[in-house]
């Protein structure tokens, strides 16, 4: 199972705790900004199951990040840290969509065990569904399609394009 979590702050002690507290439990990534967030997900060889960000960052604030990765990494779970100021504007991505679960600082460790193992078995379901949806069209597709089609990795690509002009 993916336990590949990116981890959010722009407080380095903070991003040092949970390195040192979570370490063994996941593969942490962390990243001082929103800015080195985004770089360290589009360079990474696998999916993050969980992306977690705090709310208040100078330059790009943790809801905007996360709606950027809801762009490039969608099957990645998203979660928000905050203090208690920040929870109506949290709520609010709640609301919206973008966001999975809100954490309140400080967060107590069981209850962001609780909540990141969450996050890590919806985006186990999300990844299973999307592979059982490719390999339903893969099969479906052969079956219902005569041409010369094929299935690579779960993904459907035809042998021979057909030019789109005929």
């Known amino acids: 199972m993916n336990k590949k979590i990116l981890f959010v702050d722009d407080d380095i002690n903070v991003l040092n705790g949970y390195k040192r507290t979570y370490r063994k439990k996941y593969n942490l990534t962390t990243a001082i900004s929103g800015q080195e967030g ?12 969980v992306i977690i960000s705090d709310i208040k960052m ?17 099957d990645s779970v998203r979660i928000i840290l905050t203090g ?12 919206d969509g973008k966001i999975f679960q ?12 609780k909540v990141v193992e969450e996050a890590i078995e919806l985006h186990r379901i ?15 597709s052969s079956r219902f399609i005569k041409t010369d089609w094929h299935c ?3 993904k459907v690509f035809p ?4 030019n789109a002009d005929h």
């Open 102 to 113: 809100i954490l309140k600082k400080p967060c107590k460790q069981d209850r962001f065990v």
């Open 152 to 154: 690579q990795s779960q």
């Open 126 to 140: 999300l990844k299973s569904k999307q592979t059982l949806s490719e390999k339903i069209l893969c099969e479906n």
């Open 159 to 162: 042998d021979n394009p057909v």
């Open 38 to 49: 985004l770089r360290q997900l589009k360079q990474a060889k696998e999916d993050f199951a």
């Open 84 to 95: 208690n100021a920040d929870l109506t504007l949290a709520k609010n991505a709640v609301n």
């Open 58 to 74: 100078p330059a790009m604030n943790g809801i905007e990040f996360l709606s950027k990765v809801k762009d490039l990494a969608p």
